[in-house]
């Protein structure tokens, strides 16, 4: 979900007006996405593990937004049998935020229709050393030796273990990489980058990237036949 900030500068606003229409693209797209059954799993990438490195009123001003986010939109969610979870060390977010998140995810626990991950203080790295650190703890405990760690093994141990391979990851905003999401799960995910800033992609700019991927031929490593 990139480009909230290049959005409000080229209208000569302020930068969390950005990123309120972020939030406004989020519900529209999840909206769209829930009532075309179009995936049955869709993951966000809101906050990284890097983004504190940005002015703390933004920091702080992103975190009221999200949490007014997981606020208003869980009994829509409960509705629409949607069930959000967040990914990330949600220990280091805001005590509000923290309930929030805590009580949208219980409330939305038995959603069938649509799973949304939304990434809070995640980062790749962070998650792979998550991982490692489990691992470690494992082995410590006499529960896990070098011969048995392999990598399905290592992919229980994560913080994305209950989740699915991604398929198609969307990247907006010009920006052509990973920027720290997924590394261990998108060892296979198919990529489609617009310049398309996010408060702009729209239920036609999913299709197309949809399309894209459907139109892609996937080997996993394998020989095409």
Known sequence: MD???????ARGLPRMEGHRQGIKAVERL???VGEE???PHISLFAFSTENWSRPGAEVDSLFDLLERFMRERAPEFVDRGVRL???GAVEALPPALRQSVA????RTQSGS???LSVGINFGGRWSILTGVKRAMQLAQEGKLSAQDLDEATFSRLLPTANLPEPDLIVRTGEEKRISNFYLWEAAYAEFHFTATL???FSE????????DFQGRRRRFGRVAS
């Open 85 to 87: 979870h967040v990914l």
């Open 103 to 106: 009580e949208i995810e219980a």
């Open 113 to 115: 229709a649509l799973n």
């Open 198 to 200: 996010w408060p702009d």
């Open 37 to 39: 059954r179009l995936v």
């Open 30 to 32: 999840v909206r769209f």
């Open 3 to 9: 480009g909230n900030g290049r959005w409000a500068n």
């Open 204 to 211: 036609e700019d999913l299709l197309l990237a949809i399309q």
